[in-house]
């Protein structure tokens, strides 16, 4: 369900999702949020105004291993 909602909101916005997402979403979820737009092919390498890279985060592995099942 949450790849759905992340598939429409980027066919709404495009690339301005990414940073629509993290401005709305709390800063101890974007491991989580990361993990999916990485599955995505939407996370970028690095997103300079929310000081991020992607080879800094830790991704969440039981959503890796469930989203591999797919």
Known sequence: LILNHL???????GDQATNMLFFKIEEEYWDI?????????RMPEELPQ?????????????IIQTLRKI
């Not at 949020?33 to 092919?41: A, C, G, I, Q």
């Not at 929310?50 to 039981?62: A, G, M, R, T």
């Open 7 to 13: 598939i429409v909101i980027y066919n709404i916005f």
């Open 33 to 41: 949020l990361m993990t999916f737009l990485v599955f995505l092919n």
């Open 50 to 62: 929310y000081n991020l890279k992607l080879s800094e985060v830790q991704l969440d592995d039981h």
